[in-house]
Each structure stands twice: as C-alpha cells, then as structure tokens.
C-alpha cells in the first residue's frame, strides 16, 4: 500500500561525493515536492515540480538541482556534498498545486543522509 | 514572510488530554493543517480546517482556530502511547508553511 517510495532510508556519504535521493509515487500525482527537515526548523522546500521537466525552486535550493524526467519520479541531486547538507529528507506529492484550496501531500518515509 | 511557530516538546500521560499549539503569520492563509509524524516516516495528514471554521471535530481529535489572534491548536482526548509522535502544523496562503514541529512523549 506505499504510495511514495524513497529508494534509500539511511546513506553516509563524504564531503565532496555526488548524491542521488531517488523518490517515486504510483499515484498519478502532477506535483512533486522535495523537503529536508531538521530539528527545530520543521520542513523546509527545496524544490518542486508541476509537470515532467519542470522545476522550481523552493525556500532552500542552494547546493541542490533536481530531475522529473518521468511524472512518477522526482530527483534530488546534490552535486557536491557538504557536511551541512546533513539532514532528513523528504519526498511527497500532491494532484493539486499549492496554491490551491485543501492540498493534501502524500509523503515518504524519508531518506536520512549523513555527509562526514 | 509567513512564520509558523510551535512549541518543541510537549509530555503527558495516557489517559490525559493534550493540547498542541501554533502560531502563524499569514492573514490570508486558507486551510490549515496537523501533520503526523511517526518514528522513522513520513508525514501523514491528520485534519485540517477552512480558516472560515472555529472548530473542527474528529473522533479524539479537536482543532481550534482564533483567525483573530492566528492561533491553531489541536487537542487529543484520552492521548494513548501509540500518539506519540511529532505534530506539524502547516498553513496555506501565498504558499505551504510547515511549523518547527512539536515532539509528543506520552508515558504509561
């Protein structure tokens, strides 16, 4: 019964490493979401998709790009992995975009990286 | 910009009621929303309310909005060991806010 499927639940990484967190969602959702959520700031956006091929950036992109080339798979690429990067992550979505009415993310379970 | 704040812990014991609050910014949010989040997953969405709405009942659940004051709270009656978890209220107007999150530890 799981909706949103983050490949990878813990990675330990180096300063310096590529890093792919893979997110897939079998729900027919346009719109998908990256997060990362640290104690004490709660969940801040990174980026977003409304559509294959589309992106847009959220509240925190700096140090991260992302790819939807396919409408269930959602991408977070960190080009060069720094230790602040450290965090939790995670993916969801939605059929409706944000700015409208009573939208209902579906999320992960996350992806906890670890960048030494 | 929008600020949605909580308070980080909150502890109770079963059998208690618990009150969880938040504070948001935004005059123009629309809906509101309590998050869930369990040991090692994601958010699941618990209840929301239409900002035209004071109150909100569901089952234990009980959600209270002052727009006047942009207060959120959400009560849980008779709290069992199996709600604790972290609480994140989330609102919505220029954009999806989420809260620092509050962290629930209910004991036996």
């Known amino acids: 019964d799981v909706k949103v499927t983050q490949s990878s639940r813990y990675l330990v990484k180096r300063t310096g490493e590529k890093v792919f967190l893979e997110c897939v969602q079998d729900?027919?959702?346009?719109?998908m979401f990256w997060y990362r959520q640290d104690p004490g700031l709660g969940l801040r956006l990174i980026y977003f998709s409304y559509d294959v091929k589309m992106k847009e950036k959220g509240d925190i992109p700096e140090g991260y790009s992302v790819s939807r080339e396919k409408k269930e798979r959602f991408s977070l690429i960190l080009e060069s992995a720094s230790t602040n990067q450290t965090s939790m992550y995670l993916c969801?979505?939605?059929?409706?975009?944000?700015?409208?009415?009573?939208?209902?993310?579906?999320f992960g379970a996350g992806s906890r990286l670890t960048v030494l | 910009g929008e600020d949605v704040e909580q308070s980080l812990f909150l502890s109770v014991r079963e059998g208690d009621s618990s009150v969880i609050n938040c504070t948001y910014t935004?005059?123009?949010?629309?809906?509101l929303y309590w998050y869930k989040q369990e040991p090692g997953a994601g958010l699941q969405l618990l209840t929301y309310?239409?900002?035209?709405?004071d109150m909100k009942q569901d089952q234990r659940l009980t959600v209270l909005l002052n727009k006047k004051d942009k207060h959120l709270s959400l009560r849980i009656a008779d709290t069992q060991t199996g709600d604790s978890a972290i609480y994140f209220c989330?609102?919505?107007?220029?954009?999806?806010?989420f809260g620092t999150g509050t962290r629930l530890l209910v004991s036996p």
């Open positions: 969801a979505s939605s059929p409706d975009r944000i700015s409208s009415g009573a939208n209902v993310l579906t």
């Open positions: 729900m027919d959702h346009e719109n």
């Open positions: 989330a609102e919505i107007g220029q954009k999806l806010v």
């Open positions: 309310i239409f900002s035209n709405m």
């Open positions: 935004d005059s123009s949010s629309t809906y």
